[in-house]
Structure formats: C-alpha cells, structure tokens
C-alpha cells in the first residue's frame, strides 16, 4: 500500500505564509506527478499546484506568484509554499501523487488525508 501524510497546516493571518509537506511511503516504485489541490466549505475540489518527476510545474491562476510547489525525490515529498495568504485560501488541502507501485505497471492517484489551512483577515 501507499500512504500520504500531510502537515504543516494551521492559522494565520492574511499576508502570513504557511508550508505545508506531504511525505508518501510505503510500496513505492516510483512516482509521477505530485499535487496539491484544496476544497473550501460548499465547493468542489480544485487544483491548486502541480509538479511532474521532471518538468514544468503549474499552478492555479489564483495562487500564481504566492504559492510554489517543489518536492524532494529522494524522501518522496512534495512541499507548498504559500505566501502573501489571503482569507479566500481557506480549505482542506489535500496531497495527491501519481504512484507506481512494486510490482504493477499502471500507475495509481493517492491522497492525502487533507490538512486545514485558515486564513483570517
């Protein structure tokens, strides 16, 4: 099996920062993409950054300019920078990555269990 295990989320104030980290383990062969994506009270899910195993990352419209994604390989892990953070970032945001498992062939989306980020203003 494969697990995802975010942190990092919390409260701040508008224009506060906060990082979050997902860190995946388990059967791992190797992975993909990784993600983050984040879902507000009444909304769907949306994403909010990607970042390939090698490649162009991409980002929302929205977060563009405050937010960067990078990842690690090496422990499997994918980071979010949030800066300049405003009330509308509040959500549970979730890690997702693209896992090639042990053994298989066809690559699998995991997820995080979600972490709560607020923003007050």
């Known amino acids: 099996q494969v697990q995802l295990v975010e942190s990092g989320g919390g409260l701040v104030q508008a224009g506060g920062s906060l990082r979050l980290s997902c860190a995946a383990s388990?059967?791992?062969?190797?992975?993909?993409?990784m993600g983050w994506y984040r879902q507000a009270p009444g909304k769907q899910r949306e994403l909010v950054a990607t970042i390939p195993s090698a490649g162009s990352t991409n980002y929302a419209v929205s977060v563009k300019g405050r937010f960067t994604i990078s990842r690690d390989n090496a422990k499997n892990t994918v980071y979010l920078q949030m800066n300049s953070l405003k009330p509308e970032d509040t959500a549970v945001y979730y890690c997702n990555a693209v896992v090639i498992r042990i053994g298989l062939l066809l690559p699998k989306d995991y997820w995080g269990q979600g972490t709560q980020v607020t923003v007050s203003s």
């Open positions: 388990g059967s791992i062969f190797s992975i993909n993409a």
